[in-house]
């Protein structure tokens, strides 16, 4: 049977050797200059990115789902068994030892204490309450009205009616379901006790919708899971058995120097692309300030160094009426290739669970960001459904169509003329963890474990289609539970 990967002879590329010499002594300037503007633009691509989880809204994410979610199962009159770890007693208490590490750490964050001097305050502990609203305060000044506000609505033993009244405006500046639940205790403080019980109300159904989201991704993410260590199981089974058939190297018409190109092009184009976004929106002020309007900006600027990278690509490849086909963009055995990119999805989850258990026992817990620091602190604090939509068009389908034509159709096609399956899947993998340049190194094992099922499943299909499959479900299921936090 014929290779898929093979490319006739009289269509393989024989550059030069002093061609390849002009543009290797090229690439090595335009990463020089890459480099420099890292260093020198910082923002998003800032690679010392140490403090990224120590970020408000990956401190405190986790726990407020716990809170949120234990409050929507108490409002549902759920009654867990003795025991149960999804009770809600049990949820709320491991949100409130979560907090408690993001209040209490050597960095602690802000929005952990904050939320904390609130939980106190419930359960009757106003001199701790106060001590942490005033942790928070030392912490975030910028926000110190919003803190001095909750001291006097949490802490305060008494306080004035209308002095309270007059600040309320203040609470809306936390995100909406914590907005909410400050202004029923509010009313119920001041003595509105109607518009206390009617906001409860509302606030707890909108809990309880949260938990219910909640629940049902859970539980597809644990299914998808079971699913990916089967498969797992039955790979490593395979492997011992040493049925694994040899590979033969692929046969395409661009070779190493075309892949680096390609990636410094890329790189460059990212953060130059950030750069004048930047720069615009600090010339132009207000009238580019909107949430919208800066996620139209993020997703046009993605496109615009996707599509110039492509375009690149497509050049050096050449002009054959194959050409896209060999970037792996084939359209037979479409319904195989998606079914295989579902099973995709559920190796990964079962890879990242195994990863995250065992690196658990050396004191890391997270690997797994859901976002970049400046993208998701936006995101998660926007309530505009457009807003969104714009985001999930950018995460959910551009960015998976992009980077796998590049990473996988481009970039492991050419490793794989001179390497292994294993070997250019995780050199592969690690190039494309390396280009998220605005996430900490300490989640790049996750990223490149993502990178190793999606070049595994692309050499066993074929197609680029079942590769894009799994990229699109893994980033849209973290914007679904995202947009939930957010809209909810």
Same mark, same amino acid.
């Given at each position: ?28 300037? $335009?990463?020089?200059?890459?480099g ?6 910082g ?55 979560l ?25 009757? +502990?106003?001199?701790?309450? =106060? ?8 912490? /975030? ?14 802490? /305060? ?9 007059? *600040? ?20 119920e ?6 518009? #206390?019980?009617? $906001? ?12 219910g ?12 899971g ?8 039955? %790979? ?5 058995a040493?049925?694994q058939?040899? &590979? ?7 070779? $190493?120097?075309? %892949? ?7 790189? $460059? ?5 950030? @750069? ?13 300030s ?9 997703? %046009? ?13 497509? +050049? =050096?490849?050449?002009?054959? *009426? ?12 479409? #319904? ?15 890879l ?42 950018l ?5 998976p ?11 492991? &096609?050419g490793?794989? *003329? ?6 250019? #899947? @995780? ?11 605005? @996430? ?17 499943? +692309?050499?066993r ?22 947009? #939930? +936090?957010?809209?909810?």
């Amino acid at each position: 049977m014929t290779d898929p990967h093979l490319v006739p002879a009289q269509f393989r590329k024989t550059p030069r050797p002093d061609s390849n010499v002009t543009r290797i002594v090229i690439i090595v300037v $335009l990463a020089a200059l890459t480099g420099l503007l890292l260093a020198l633009a910082g923002g998003p691509y800032d690679l010392a990115s140490g403090s990224w989880l120590e970020s408000p809204a990956q401190m405190t994410l986790p726990a407020d789902i716990l809170y949120r979610v234990s409050v929507g199962l108490a409002a549902s009159g759920y009654e867990a068994r003795v025991g149960d770890a999804f009770s809600a007693h049990q949820l709320q208490q491991t949100a409130v030892a979560l907090y408690e590490r993001g209040a209490l750490g050597p960095q602690g964050s802000a929005k952990a204490s904050g939320r904390l001097g609130i939980i106190y305050a419930k359960s009757g +502990y106003r001199d701790h309450a =106060r001590v942490m609203f005033e942790r928070a305060i030392q912490r /975030d000044a910028e926000n110190t009205k919003l803190y001095s506000l909750l001291i006097r609505l949490y802490a /305060d033993e008494s306080v004035e009616e209308l002095s309270l009244l007059k *600040r309320v405006a203040l609470l809306d500046e936390q995100e909406r379901w914590l907005a909410t639940m400050t202004r029923v205790d509010l009313y119920e403080r001041v003595g509105q006790r109607d518009q #206390a019980e009617q $906001l409860r109300a509302h606030w707890q159904d909108r809990q309880m919708v949260f938990s219910g989201i909640v629940g049902l991704l859970m539980a597809f993410y644990a299914v998808m899971g079971l699913v990916g260590v089967v498969i797992l199981a039955m %790979v490593v089974i395979t492997w011992l058995a040493g049925r694994q058939r040899s &590979a033969s190297p692929w046969r395409k018409p661009w070779n $190493l120097v075309d %892949v680096a190109e390609a990636l410094v092009v890329l790189l $460059l184009l990212l953060v130059c692309v950030s @750069v004048v976004v930047a720069a615009l929106r600090g010339s132009v002020g207000a009238a580019l300030s909107s949430e919208t309007t800066d996620a139209i900006l993020m997703a %046009v600027g993605y496109l615009f160094c996707g599509a110039c990278t492509i375009a690149l690509i497509v +050049y =050096r490849i050449g002009r054959r *009426r194959s050409v896209w086909e060999l970037l792996g963009l084939k359209w037979h055995r479409v #319904a195989a290739s998606v079914g295989q990119g579902i099973v995709g999805f559920g190796v990964v989850v079962a890879l990242l669970a195994i990863a995250l258990s065992v690196l658990g026992q050396f004191g890391i817990e997270r690997i797994v960001p859901l976002a970049p620091k400046a993208p998701l602190e936006v995101f998660l604090e926007t309530r505009n459904p457009l807003t969104f939509a714009v985001y999930f068009l950018l995460v959910g389908i551009i960015a998976p169509l992009i980077e796998e034509t590049i990473f996988r159709g481009f970039v492991y &096609a050419g490793l794989r *003329r001179i390497m292994t399956v294993p070997g250019a #899947a @995780v050199i592969s993998a690690l190039i494309f963890a390396a280009a998220h340049v605005a @996430v900490p190194v300490s989640s790049l094992l996750a990223i490149t474990l993502i990178g190793v099922v999606l070049a595994y499943l +692309y050499e066993r299909s074929g197609s680029l289609i079942a590769p894009m499959v799994t990229h699109a479900m893994y980033n849209s299921f973290v914007f679904l539970l995202l947009a #939930a +936090y957010a809209l909810i």
